[in-house]
């Protein structure tokens, strides 16, 4: 199975609520990404966040890591319909590659 | 726009036709990456090129070539396809090969193999 899983696969919410998506891993990391995919096009960095790091912002994204339980979750506060996209978590492992996860597909209902 | 401009956008191709995926970045990086995108998989790293020089090859079948001119360029020379390799296929770069660098993605090419 792959390094990075997310959770859900799919979330769908209103205008104005938060999205929660979630994302676990197998081995240990030096960092872990989130990227964002609009449809049919290609992935944009969101934020990185570094291992020995357990909160970090930017805008309306808040991440979390959590190395004890090899999770990481992405926060989209009031979430706008703009948002709607898929959201990938990516690790880097030592010496390694970026490994991405499936992917959570949020929508986000006006 | 990320920076990074991938040509064309759709491909539709035969299982013997020959044809070639074109990745630019003017982002001035140094690592260009090439990555296959298929219905309910993870994204797969195909080649990684650091300074016009393969670095990595993710046991890509070899009906798949790749080739890095420059530093700004990276193709991908297609015979012979499979239809299962009907996928998006993106194309990355970032400064260096470190992967603690950001990697700027291309909007990618659909292909379809009949």
């Known amino acids: 199975s792959q390094q990075g899983e997310e959770d859900p696969q799919a979330l769908s919410i209103q205008e104005g609520e938060n999205a929660t998506m979630n994302c676990s891993y197998k081995?240990?990391?030096?960092?872990l990404q989130w990227y964002r995919q609009n449809s049919g096009r290609g992935l944009v960095h969101l934020i990185l966040?570094?291992?020995?790091?357990r909160e970090k912002h930017s805008g309306r994204l808040r991440v979390t890591l959590d190395t004890s339980k090899k999770s990481s979750s992405l926060l989209i506060t009031a979430s706008r319909a703009a948002d709607t996209a898929s959201y990938f978590c990516?690790?880097?492992?030592?010496?390694?590659?970026?490994?991405f996860g499936e992917g959570t597909q949020l929508t986000v209902n006006p | 726009e990320t920076g990074v401009t991938q040509t064309p956008r759709h491909l539709v191709m035969g299982m013997t036709n020959k044809k070639s995926l074109k990745c630019e970045q003017h982002?001035?990086?140094?690592?260009m990456y090439w990555y296959k995108q298929s219905a309910k998989k993870p994204l797969e790293l195909m080649f990684v090129?650091?300074?016009?020089?393969?670095?990595e090859n993710n046991s890509v079948p070899s009906r798949f070539s790749p080739e890095c001119p420059n530093s700004s360029h990276l193709f991908l020379h297609l015979h012979t396809l499979q239809p299962e390799d009907s996928a998006l296929y993106l194309c990355?770069?970032?400064?260096?090969?470190?992967?603690?660098?950001?990697?700027?993605f291309g909007p990618g090419t659909r292909l379809t193999v009949l």
């Open positions: 966040i570094r291992s020995n790091e």
């Open positions: 982002l001035g990086h140094n690592a």
């Open positions: 990516a690790t880097e492992t030592s010496g390694s590659r970026l490994t």
């Open positions: 090129y650091n300074f016009k020089e393969q670095t």
């Open positions: 990355a770069s970032s400064p260096r090969t470190r992967f603690t660098d950001t990697q700027y």
């Open positions: 081995t240990s990391i030096n960092n």
